[in-house]
């Protein structure tokens, strides 16, 4: 820096060191987040965003790709409300820059325009929050910008100036008076633009310090998962013509908190909403989906104030269990993703069964599950450590999908001997009583190796029997030759489908006729309880309620109990059992 010039090296690591001193606040940030919902995650929304500055921008030859590859990365890395608002502050400031420096007078051009672009993307801005601060800056830049001895100066008491406006703010919203916090937003901007003036004063470098497991305060009362009106933060990265006006006039119906960012190649969409899967239905009619990104606000809520486990169980959306077993269990599920004709959906979020077996019917090409990232399950895994002393993860079956491998390498990546993955070789609701169980065991206390040891042995007392409608998916998805599936057309063929002990899926009766295979499931089912009893069991199925309801009458004559929950399947499931398929998992009891 020369007088009042930032010149491109020193710009570049002022904003790095500003990301660097808001990554090292993450959990402050997380503990005063009251606004728009007290779903406790700006510190790790805005991390994320700084994390991506760090990791994917760069200096480049001149000043004007140097700010451009910052913006992308912001962008790309942007989650949560404050994320994408101030993605959308980023890119304003580093757009229509030619010179290869900034001086004080188009320091406060650019933060002008960052403020406008970051207002413009929120559909109904609210004053004591981020945007008002962003606001403040450039004002108070203008107002002192004939008033300094020296630039320092000049950004010293500018840096001063809106630290006394972020406490202001306290007063500004009913809710952070309440609480007697500031927008967890508006601070993280503040601790950005703090540590952006002090490196361009002194060019130190800001240290990334590791005291995000530190609790600074006790702001336990300020959560509360019942305010949470829509229960989903959700993110789509899309490419689209349309306007950002256009697409929040769209969809603003879906839900609240909406904020629409853009630059040249994409466009960020976050929305609170509790039907994701229509969000993304709808979107997808007017633009090409890059990426999505769902979270569970009500279950990020609960994951920060667990108090009563110290083992968490994670299983994958395979695992067939009721939503109302998964929130009263403390159940995380990771969601399987599958591929229709490039566009990537999550089984369970972001697609229903109904629209999926649509999708079908219009899909170039049958769809296709994807394995689970790795990168994404090590953050899982981080995620869930904070709050857990140990994981158990129960996969579907390793000879149905990559996942358990996927699982294994994340684990062996970290090191750990606190995580245990436990191939289940199971899938669908029978994977879902085991789960169900496994949980029931925490509950009650059951130690980690006592627990280990406890679900490898249930895995073998439990079964499942499918009765599919139709073969056509399978002979799309290659699960059984063409020419079998035409022959079964013919002679109506309806197998039961069953999974063999070493996880492998089998067809356990080749029954002709719907009627017929309906009641062989019964009779299967009658004969084992005969033989060894019915500890437990549940029904799925998929966009069958009405047989769902017939097989857990017919069930209940038998054992005289109730099923532990019938529940629509996986979507993965749908998309091989087809239609109209119906299954019962069920754990054997003690052999009479």
Do not use: W
């Not at 188009?106 to 609210?126: C, M, S, T």
């Not at 299967?524 to 799925?540: C, H, L, N, P, V």
Request: overall charge positive; some cysteine.
């Amino acid at each position: 820096m020369i007088n009042n010039i930032i010149y491109k090296n020193n710009l570049y690591n002022a904003i790095i060191n500003g990301a660097k001193a808001v990554i090292n606040q993450e959990r402050y940030l997380n503990e005063i987040n009251v606004f728009p919902v007290k779903d406790a995650d700006t510190g790790s929304n805005m991390t994320s965003l700084m994390k991506s500055i760090l990791d994917r921008s760069k200096i480049e030859e001149t000043l004007k790709d140097t700010l451009e590859s910052i913006s992308n990365a912001a962008l790309i890395g942007s989650k949560g409300n404050s994320g994408i608002i101030f993605s959308q502050f980023i890119y304003g400031f580093t757009k229509d820059i030619n010179d290869e420096y900034i001086d004080d007078i188009n320091l406060v051009k650019q933060l002008e325009k960052g403020y406008n672009y970051a207002y413009k993307a929120i559909d109904k801005p609210v004053e004591g929050t981020m945007i008002t601060l962003m606001r403040s800056l450039y004002e108070i830049l203008s107002i002192k910008k004939h008033t300094y001895n020296s630039f320092e100066d000049y950004l010293i008491k500018t840096n001063e100036a809106l630290k006394t406006e972020l406490n202001l703010t306290t007063n500004q919203l009913q809710i952070l008076k309440k609480y007697n916090v500031v927008d967890a937003g508006a601070l993280a901007f503040v601790i950005f633009i703090d540590g952006f003036i002090n490196s361009v004063i002194n060019k130190e470098e800001v240290k990334i310090e590791n005291n995000n497991n530190e609790i600074i305060n006790n702001y336990d009362d300020l959560h509360n998962h019942d305010e949470i009106n829509y229960r989903y933060c959700t993110e789509v990265l899309i490419e689209t013509k349309l306007s950002n006006e256009d697409l929040k006039s769209k969809i603003n119906k879906f839900g609240d908190s909406l904020v629409v960012g853009s630059n040249e190649q994409f466009t960020k969409i976050h929305i609170h909403t509790s039907k994701p899967s229509l969000l993304i239905e709808e979107v997808s009619k007017y633009a090409k989906i890059v990426t999505t990104k769902v979270d569970d606000m009500i279950n990020q809520y609960r994951i920060s104030k667990n108090k009563n486990n110290d083992i968490c169980i994670l299983t994958d959306s395979i695992a067939d269990i009721s939503k109302s077993i998964i929130d009263e269990m403390g159940i995380q599920v990771f969601p399987i993703s599958i591929n229709v004709d490039g566009t990537i959906y999550y089984d369970k979020t972001t697609i229903k069964n109904n629209q999926l077996l649509k999708l079908i019917l219009k899909s170039e090409t049958f769809p296709k599950t994807s394995s689970p990232n790795t990168l994404t399950v090590i953050e899982v895994f981080e995620y869930l450590k904070k709050y857990f002393k140990k994981i158990i993860v129960i996969t579907v079956s390793s000879k149905m999908s990559s996942t358990y491998n996927v699982f294994k390498n994340a684990k062996a990546y970290l090191k750990t001997e606190k995580i245990e993955i436990i191939d289940s070789k199971l899938n669908s609701v029978s994977q879902g009583l085991l789960v169900l169980d496994a949980s029931k065991q925490i509950e009650k206390k059951v130690s980690f190796e006592d627990l280990v040891n406890n679900i490898n042995r249930t895995i073998n007392d439990i079964n499942i029997l499918v009765r599919v409608k139709s073969l056509d998916n399978m002979v799309k998805g290659g699960r059984i030759s063409k020419g079998l599936g035409r022959i079964g057309k013919l002679i109506n063929l309806n197998p039961i489908v069953s999974i063999d002990s070493e996880g492998t899926g089998i067809v356990s009766s080749k029954v002709i006729g719907k009627k017929n295979s309906f009641n062989k499931i019964i009779k299967e089912f009658k004969k084992t309880y005969k033989k060894y009893g019915i500890r437990s069991y549940a029904i799925t199925h998929v966009n069958n309620v009405k047989e769902a309801e017939k097989l857990k009458v017919a069930l209940i004559k038998i054992t005289n109990h109730k099923p532990e929950y019938v529940t629509e399947a996986s979507s993965v499931i749908a998309l091989n059992a087809g239609d109209g398929a119906v299954a019962v998992g069920f754990i054997k009891g003690v052999r009479k």
